[in-house]
């Protein structure tokens, strides 16, 4: 698959004398901009070794080998965004990467192609660079990104409340959200709590894009709904029983409440608990 280990690329003993080495993402690049992923049927999930195998062989069947060669390079230098305007982004982060692939899919209009088997960051990199902009405006998204991210995602008092842990919460938050279409694409395979929890909060992020009363009422809403699931599952809820009473018992239960400035259910809870406590003393 994808991440073939311990094998030197092939491309790496054209490019020499070139003064540059090719990794992942310019094996990529190079695929797409000579179009060998449709000769070839290669998708974004196709072994690496076999895509530097057909780029070799496409290079290596070019009547001009040196022109061919410095025509890639020129090409993949004015697609691929170098790492420096990438340090920002962790690539463990899965609610930041959500947030981005979000965020590129709708500033352009973008499909969103997954990359290897549930890794985000390669899967947000592979997308960036296939998308057909000029790396001056791949790099002014980023920017814009990374100083948008600080008030778009959620704060930490807004989000407290759901645990990492629980994962009976994070099943029914995932639930809750989906029942009222507050998904996000998240766009990875939920493996593990972890990864549910992070999902969650790249989905209460996207309601940064509502207003602030909007995403206020959401919240108090899910979590007072999550409030009212706690209190029934603890076996305190109050749950509605029908006792069978004569007229005259009615009558005298109705008269007590009244004497005492109280519900019916209350003052038969009183008698109880009275008679209760009573029998536990004897």
């Known amino acids: 698959m994808i991440h073939d280990k311990n094998f030197k690329l092939q491309v790496n003993d054209l490019l020499k004398n070139h003064g540059v080495t090719f990794g992942e993402r310019e094996i990529e690049c ?22 530097d195998s057909i780029l070799c062989s496409h290079i290596n069947s070019q009547i001009d080998q040196t022109t061919a060669i410095n025509i890639l390079i020129s090409n993949v230098q004015n697609i691929l965004v170098s790492k420096e305007h990438l340090e920002w982004i962790e690539n463990n982060n899965h609610r930041l990467i959500i947030w981005l692939l979000n965020r590129l899919s ?30 001056e405006e791949k790099i002014l998204f980023l920017q814009n990104c990374a100083s948008e991210w600080n008030f778009r995602k959620s704060s930490d008092s807004e989000i407290k409340w759901i645990q990492k842990t629980n994962s009976s919460q994070l099943e029914w938050a995932w639930l809750y959200l989906t029942k009222h279409n507050l998904l996000t694409h998240c766009f990875n395979h939920i493996s593990n709590n972890n990864e549910k929890y992070e999902s969650i909060l790249a989905c209460l992020d996207n309601l940064s894009y509502s207003s602030p009363e909007t995403k206020e009422l959401i919240l108090l809403k899910m979590k007072k709904t999550w409030s009212q699931k706690k209190f029934r599952d603890s076996g305190k809820a109050k749950k509605p029983y029908h006792l069978p009473l004569t007229q005259e018992t009615q009558a005298q239960l109705e008269e007590l409440a009244k004497l005492k400035n109280m519900n019916k259910s209350k003052v038969l809870e009183a008698i109880i608990l009275k008679e209760f406590n009573e029998l536990k003393l004897k």
């Open 30 to 51: 190079a695929i797409n901009f000579f179009n060998l992923n449709i000769y070839f049927n290669t998708t974004s999930n196709s072994s690496l070794k076999y895509k």
């Open 106 to 135: 709708k500033q352009y209009n973008f499909i969103i192609i997954t990359y290897g088997i549930n890794n985000l960051y390669k899967t947000f990199l592979y997308n960036l660079d296939a998308i057909n902009i000029s790396i």
